[in-house]
């Protein structure tokens, strides 16, 4: 894990003060003068309530675009000059099977406190996922 690796996630929560608890992790992955764009999945944002109460970092966030929960589970939110000190994550496609790999997230535990963890392990085989309307993506096997 780089020195800054852990200072570029965010924990995706929801601005209803009623939702149900839930939350995810996003991470940033492109800053500019006036915006932070993070990246999370389309099911968070589905979870803590929909692109109209999705907060990053404890800060409103506005989708600007989101995949869909049973295809490309992805969406991409920009957050308004509160996360500028924030450093982006480099993206880039470095799978290689059996090479191993560090994630890291937001989960909580019975105490129902959020924790950012990491989790170790190695690219195992390849996979295709395919959605309702037949798209592919391919994905990677983790152990």
């Known amino acids: 894990m780089n020195q800054n690796f852990s200072d570029s996630i965010l924990l995706i929560t929801s601005s209803d003060t ?3 608890g839930d939350f995810g992790t996003g991470f940033v992955i492109h800053q500019d003068e006036q915006t932070t764009y993070v990246l999370t999945c389309a099911h968070v944002v ?3 309530g929909g692109s109209d109460k999705v907060k990053a970092g404890g800060h409103p966030a506005e989708v600007k675009v989101s995949g869909d ?3 490309c589970d992805l969406a991409v939110l920009a957050v308004k000059d509160k996360l500028t000190k924030l450093l982006p994550l480099k993206l880039g496609v470095v799978g290689v099977h059996g ?3 560090v994630a890291a997230g937001f989960s ?3 105490t129902n406190t959020r924790k950012l963890a990491e ?3 190695k690219l195992g085989g390849t996979q295709i996922i395919v959605n309702s309307e037949g798209d592919r993506t391919p994905a990677w ?3």
Do not use: W
């Open 18 to 20: 009623n939702y149900s």
């Open 108 to 110: 909580t535990d019975t």
């Open 69 to 71: 929960v049973y295809g």
């Open 99 to 101: 090479r191993e790999f």
């Open 46 to 48: 589905s979870k803590v």
């Open 119 to 121: 989790i170790k392990g």
């Open 141 to 143: 096997n983790l152990s």
